[in-house]
C-alpha cells in the first residue's frame, strides 16, 4: 500500500474542499458562502422530510407517491420559502397529534407549484403569486407570539411598486461598491415580501425567521434608498446566523433570562441581544462600505455618518451585555467570535 | 423500537428535523390543546421572529 501516495491524495483531496468550500462562519460578505448554507440547509430539510415521511407511512398508512420528487428537488435547486412554511405547520400538527390536518398537509407535499423555478423576486401578501392561503400561512408563522403580535398585511400595487423600485436602488448603491454583499443579500432572501403593520402599530422595519428560511419581509415606506439598504443588511444579517447556526440557537441562556437590548426597549432573551449586536456590527459594516463610495449625495453621506456611528455605539452596548451574560453553543461561540474580530471593543 | 399503533408524534420524537428539538415530544401528553401562542410550538427551537424595529427610528 502506497501510504505516501495516500496521504498526497487526501492532502488534494482537503485542498479542493478547503478551495471549494466557502468560510461558512465568515463575517465579511459572500454570495458563495449564502449559496453554500442555503445548500446545507435544504439537505437538512430533506432529510427531516424524508424522516417524517416514512413515519406518517408507517404509522398512519398514508401513501406520499410524489414525495420524491420534492425531495430530490430540495436537495438539488433552491426551493421557495413556502416549502419550508410547509414543512413547518406539518411538524406542528405532529406535535399537536393532529392526524386530519397532519394527512391534509402530507398531501400538500405533492403540490406542483413548491417546485417552481426560484428567481429573485419581489411581492407582497394576499395577491399573485402568494395568495391568501399561502399568505396566510407566513403570517401565521411569523405571528406565533401573542405577547408581540404582528399583525401585517399586504401593501398596494404602488407600494410594491415603489418599494421594488427603492430596494433595487438600495441594492444597486450597495453593488457599486460590494457587489459581494449585495448579492449575499439576494441570495439569502431571494424572495422579499412587502408588508405593513397596522396603522398606530409600533414602528417596524422588517422581519426574518427561520421557519420561512430565504423569505425576508420588509415594509417598503423607508424613508429614503440609505434607510431601505438598512433594513436589507438587518435582515440579511438575522438569516446569515440562522443559515450559519443550521436553526439552532446561537445560546444556551434560557429564553426566560432577559437583558437589555441594543435595538429595542422591551428585554430581550440572550439569543436575541447576541443576534441584535451582530446585525448592529453588519449596519456598520455596511455604512463603511456606503462612505467609500463616491456615489452618494451630501445628504446621503450625511445620513451614513450619522448611522455609522449610532449603529457602533449600539453595538458596543450589546457587546458589554453578551460579553457578560451569554453562554454561547460551540458554533454561536465560533460564529460571534468572528464578528468581533471584525469590530472589536476599543 | 417502534410500533404500528405508535402516533407520528411518538415514532418522530427525538428525531433529527431540523430546526425543531422533538426530545420534548417524549413527555408530551397524548394531544396538546389546541389555540393559544404555544400550540404545536414547543419544539421550535428558535424564537419565530427576528427584526422589528426601522433603522431610520433609532
Redesign the interface.
Known amino acids: 500500500m502506497n501510504h505516501a501516495g495516500d496521504k498526497l491524495s487526501e492532502g488534494r483531496r482537503w485542498s479542493a474542499k478547503i478551495a471549494f468550500e466557502p468560510d461558512l462562519l465568515a463575517f465579511e460578505p459572500s454570495s458563495r458562502r449564502a449559496l453554500a448554507m442555503d445548500q446545507r440547509?435544504r439537505d437538512?430539510?430533506a432529510?427531516?422530510l424524508a424522516?417524517?415521511c416514512t413515519?406518517?407511512e408507517?404509522?398512519?398508512d398514508l401513501p406520499l407517491p410524489n414525495v420524491d420528487r420534492l425531495l430530490g428537488r430540495i436537495r438539488a435547486a433552491r426551493v421557495r420559502p413556502a416549502v419550508f412554511a410547509l414543512y413547518?405547520k406539518l411538524?406542528?400538527?405532529?406535535?399537536?397529534?393532529?392526524?386530519g390536518k397532519?394527512a391534509r398537509l402530507a398531501a400538500e407535499l405533492s403540490d406542483p407549484m413548491l417546485l417552481e423555478p426560484t428567481d429573485h423576486r419581489i411581492i407582497t401578501l394576499a395577491s399573485k403569486p402568494l395568495g391568501n392561503d399561502l399568505s396566510a400561512r407566513y403570517c401565521d408563522?411569523?405571528?406565533?407570539?401573542?405577547?408581540v403580535p404582528?399583525h401585517l398585511h399586504g401593501v398596494t400595487k404602488q407600494q410594491l411598486h415603489d418599494g421594488a423600485a427603492g430596494i433595487q436602488s438600495a441594492l444597486g448603491l450597495l453593488g457599486t461598491r460590494d457587489s459581494e454583499f449585495a448579492d449575499e443579500i439576494k441570495a439569502l432572501g431571494h424572495e422579499i415580501v412587502l408588508v405593513m403593520p397596522p396603522l398606530g402599530s409600533?414602528?417596524?422595519?422588517?422581519?426574518?425567521?427561520?421557519?420561512l428560511w430565504g423569505a425576508m419581509?420588509i415594509?417598503p415606506m423607508?424613508?429614503?434608498r440609505v434607510?431601505m439598504l438598512?433594513?436589507l443588511a438587518?435582515?440579511a444579517a438575522?438569516l446569515l446566523l440562522?443559515g450559519m447556526t443550521?436553526?439552532?440557537?446561537m445560546v444556551e441562556n434560557s429564553?426566560a433570562e432577559r437583558y437589555a437590548s441594543p435595538?429595542?426597549t422591551d428585554l430581550r432573551?440572550m439569543?436575541?441581544i447576541v443576534?441584535a449586536t451582530y446585525v448592529l456590527a453588519r449596519?456598520t459594516y455596511c455604512a463603511e462600505c456606503l462612505l467609500r463610495s463616491n456615489d452618494l449625495t451630501p445628504a446621503e453621506r450625511d445620513e451614513v455618518t450619522h448611522?455609522r456611528r449610532?449603529?457602533l455605539r449600539?453595538y458596543h452596548d450589546g457587546l458589554q451585555t453578551v460579553r457578560e451574560h451569554a453562554r454561547f453553543t460551540e458554533v454561536g461561540r465560533m460564529a460571534f467570535r468572528r464578528c468581533v474580530e471584525a469590530y472589536p471593543l476599543p | 423500537m417502534t410500533t404500528k399503533s405508535q402516533s407520528p408524534r411518538q415514532r418522530l420524537a427525538g428525531a433529527n428535523l431540523i430546526g425543531f428539538d422533538t426530545s420534548l415530544w417524549k413527555n408530551l401528553p397524548k394531544r396538546n390543546v389546541k389555540g393559544g401562542a404555544k400550540a404545536g410550538q414547543r419544539s421550535k427551537v428558535l424564537a419565530a421572529k427576528a427584526g422589528g424595529k426601522p433603522a431610520w427610528r433609532k
Request: glycine share 8%; proline share 6%.
Open positions: 440547509i437538512g430539510l432529510q427531516s424522516t417524517i413515519a406518517l408507517d404509522s398512519m413547518t411538524v406542528q400538527a405532529i406535535e399537536l397529534d393532529d392526524a397532519i408563522i411569523l405571528d406565533d407570539d401573542s405577547a404582528l409600533p414602528p417596524f422595519g422588517g422581519v426574518t425567521t427561520f421557519y419581509f415594509n423607508a424613508p429614503s434607510a438598512e433594513a438587518h435582515e438575522h440562522f443550521m436553526g439552532s440557537a429564553d435595538l429595542r432573551p439569543d436575541g443576534h449596519l448611522a449610532v449603529n449600539l
